[in-house]
């Protein structure tokens, strides 16, 4: 028996769609996700602009479709132009979670995805434990260590600076298409 507490909880979901062929954009989703159980015995806003995660879900399969033309259960499954690619294998893993506490199923395209620090591992060697690891390679880090663009743990902020290092790492001709991360491991 598994169980899942609060503390797993998402509460902002954000998504960049990159065109690796072109090495562009397509498009941004960002959600914000209700939790069920992690404020438990505090009253919420009622006005909140987050959503329950079923619900963002939703939202995330609509603009899949509308954006690029395929579904949520199309993204990662054999034949399909879409991957999900992420620093570490902990946010797939974390939308599983997140399905089991809200009792629906984990959608196909977060049972495999490309763990960018091992593609960049794999691809041009060296030890990358995060993301600051590769944005130190890239010349992305301020004197004091921090990240140039944004800030560091922080949803979109931390999406857009994994594009960059995917970016870079496909100008490079680094494989990162081929998933290196599943919910088996």
């Not at 509460?11 to 065109?19: A, K, R």
């Not at 939790?35 to 963002?56: K, M, Q, R």
């Not at 946010?91 to 629906?104: M, N, P």
Request: aromatic fraction near 8%; include cysteine.
């Amino acid at each position: 028996m598994i169980v899942v507490t609060g503390k797993d909880e998402i509460t902002e979901f954000p998504v960049i769609v990159l065109d690796l062929e072109r090495g562009c954009e397509v498009g941004r989703f960002q959600s914000y996700v209700r939790p069920i159980h992690l404020f438990d015995g505090c009253e919420l806003n009622p006005d909140s602009p987050a959503d329950p995660f079923p619900e963002v879900l939703a939202k995330f399969d609509q603009f899949l479709k509308d954006t690029v033309g395929i579904s949520l259960h199309d993204v990662g499954s054999p034949g399909s132009a879409a991957r999900f690619l992420t620093c570490g294998d902990w946010d797939c893993k974390h939308v599983h979670s997140q399905c089991q506490i809200c009792g629906v199923d984990t959608p196909t395209a977060f049972r495999a995805w490309v763990n960018v620090k091992r593609a960049w591992s794999d691809g041009l060697g060296g030890d990358i434990r995060g993301m600051k690891s590769m944005l130190a390679r890239l010349g992305l880090l301020d004197a004091q260590g921090g990240v140039v663009h944004g800030f560091h743990h922080l949803g979109m902020h931390d999406v857009e600076n994994i594009c960059r290092c995917v970016l870079h790492l496909c100008k490079l001709g680094v494989d990162c298409w081929s998933p290196n991360g599943s919910l088996r491991r």
